[in-house]
C-alpha cells in the first residue's frame, strides 16, 4: 500500500504527521506523496479540502482518512491519539470505502479568450458581488428559472450543506442523494423584485446556470479558492461524474457526524 500524509503548518497536527509516518515505514508500509492510495490527512476540515484539490486528478485511485488535531471535523473521523491504532487499520486493509458527490463547476468567461474553467468542489461554491447587490438571471436545465437580486448564491453538495449552506438557511441533504443544492445569500423580496427565497435541490440529471448582470466585479469561490481575474459570463454547476471515497475503516454514519457536529450530547 502507498500512504501519503498531508498535513496543515500547526504545531499540533505536525507532530502528529511525523509520528504517523515513522509508524507506517515501521509496519513496512510505503510513504508516496506523488501516486498514493490512501491521502491520510492531518488537522481539520480545511486541512483535508487543500488535500482534495491537491490530489483531485487522483480521485479514481484515492480514498482519504482524516485525523483532526484541534476540535471536532466533519470530515474527520480519527482523533490526534489514536495514530497506532490507524495504522493498524491500514495494515489490515481490504479496500473498503464509502463515495460521496462533488460539484462540477464550469466558467464560461466574457472576453472570448481561451475555454472554460472546470473545478471541482467538495462543499460549496458561492458566486457574490465586490460591493452592492448582485444580480444574476437563474436557469435550471437550460430553461429561464428566476431574476436573483441579493448577496449572492452558494451552490454546495450534500455534504457540504453542513457548512456555509446551513448558515445560510440551507437545508442539511443526506449524501445517499447523488446532487446538489442552490440557497440564496440575503435576497431582495418586495413588490418589484421576487425570487423563490427556498433551497433548490437539484438532481443529477439537472444543471444550473447562473449568468451575473455585471460580469466583473464579481467573487466566485469554489471551496476555499477564489477564481479572478477575468469576466465571468456564466457558470454551470451539475452534479461532477467523479466522487470522493474515504477509507472505512471507523467512517462514521452522516447522521451521527451532523448530531456530533451541531447538537451534541451530555452523555453523563
Avoid at 489514536?82 to 489490515?92: G, P
Avoid at 472554460?116 to 447587490?133: F, M
Avoid at 413588490?191 to 433548490?200: I, K, M
Wanted: glycine content about 8%; proline content about 3%.
Amino acid at each position: 500500500m502507498r500512504v501519503a500524509v498531508f498535513s496543515n503548518n500547526g504545531e499540533a497536527s505536525q507532530r502528529v504527521a511525523l509520528a504517523l509516518r515513522s509508524g507506517i515505514v515501521a509496519r513496512g508500509i510505503t510513504i508516496d506523496g506523488l501516486n498514493p492510495e490512501v491521502v491520510i490527512t492531518v488537522g481539520g476540515d480545511g486541512t483535508l479540502l487543500s488535500a482534495f484539490h491537491h490530489y483531485s486528478d487522483l480521485l479514481d485511485k484515492v480514498r482519504f482518512v482524516g485525523i483532526h488535531t484541534g476540535h471536532l471535523g466533519f470530515y474527520t473521523d480519527w482523533r490526534d491519539y489514536e495514530v497506532n491504532e490507524l495504522i493498524d487499520s491500514l495494515v489490515h486493509d481490504n479496500g473498503q470505502s464509502v463515495s460521496y458527490p462533488l460539484l462540477d463547476i464550469q466558467v464560461n468567461y466574457a472576453d472570448g479568450m481561451g475555454q472554460p474553467d472546470h473545478a471541482l468542489a467538495l462543499n460549496e461554491s458561492t458566486l457574490k458581488k465586490v460591493s452592492g447587490t448582485m444580480v444574476a438571471n437563474v436557469y435550471i436545465k437550460d430553461e429561464f428559472f428566476e431574476s436573483f437580486r441579493g448577496d449572492g448564491l452558494c451552490i454546495s453538495t450534500p455534504t457540504g450543506s453542513t457548512a456555509y449552506n446551513k448558515s445560510i438557511g440551507g437545508a442539511i441533504l443526506n449524501p445517499q442523494f447523488n446532487a446538489i443544492q442552490m440557497s440564496e445569500i440575503s435576497s431582495i423580496n418586495n413588490r418589484v423584485f421576487r425570487t423563490l427565497g427556498s433551497p433548490l435541490i437539484i438532481a443529477s440529471n439537472e444543471w444550473i446556470r447562473i449568468e451575473p448582470a455585471n460580469t466583473v466585479n464579481n467573487i466566485l469561490m469554489c471551496d476555499q479558492l477564489m477564481v479572478e481575474g477575468r469576466p465571468v459570463e456564466s457558470i454551470i454547476y451539475r452534479v461532477a461524474k467523479q466522487r470522493i471515497s474515504f477509507a472505512a475503516y471507523r467512517h462514521t454514519h452522516f447522521w451521527k457526524r451532523v448530531e456530533d457536529s451541531f447538537i451534541g450530547r451530555d452523555d453523563a
